[in-house]
């Protein structure tokens, strides 16, 4: 409640002049676990509210906290860090496969129910198909028959959190869309 969300990256610039509170309190350093944070210290801010932000300390060991960044000091004690556009990654082979073993277990899944269901029901629907195409930073899921991802949405969500998993630590993204779901690569 009244906090902006930020999710940026800021540098501390002077040594003595900002501390992390990881329990902010307004008795003793010990009882609030606080500490002057050193220049070069880089903390991704997460939310605001007012004059403090919620951040979490990048490096090795993550931290949690919140920090006092007034806008009246930015500039002297602390900084904004802009990123650096790295150029997009390619999806690598090995993710790929991870993918399209996903998507095959799926279609033999979808094969075994609609090969008890349409006799079950004197029915003759078609097997949904998942496929999975694409090049460099663009790729696709797709299911067909189309009309098909009306009824299949809980399956779309459940392959997005597997394909965001598999995805996890490279510079790629899952994301539903209404024709299936799109893999893109991110700029870092």
Known sequence: RNCIVLNDTVEV???GTLFLARRPTFKTTRQSQKYFLSPGDRLRRIFRRGEFAYVEKLGPEKEFGWCFLARS???RF???LTPEVQPLAELSETTQSKIRQEVEQLNR????VFARLNPARGASKPTPRWSFSGSDSDWM????????NLYF???????LH????????????????????LISGRRQ
């Open 109 to 112: 899944l979808g094969e075994l």
């Open 13 to 15: 610039l002077v040594k």
């Open 153 to 159: 949405e809980e399956t779309r969500r459940t392959l």
């Open 78 to 80: 602390w900084r904004i």
């Open 141 to 148: 899921v797709r299911l067909s028959p189309e009309a098909y």
């Open 73 to 75: 000091r930015e500039g």
């Open 162 to 181: 597997r394909l965001d998993n598999l995805l996890l630590g490279s510079s790629f993204r899952a994301e539903l869309t209404p024709g299936g779901i």
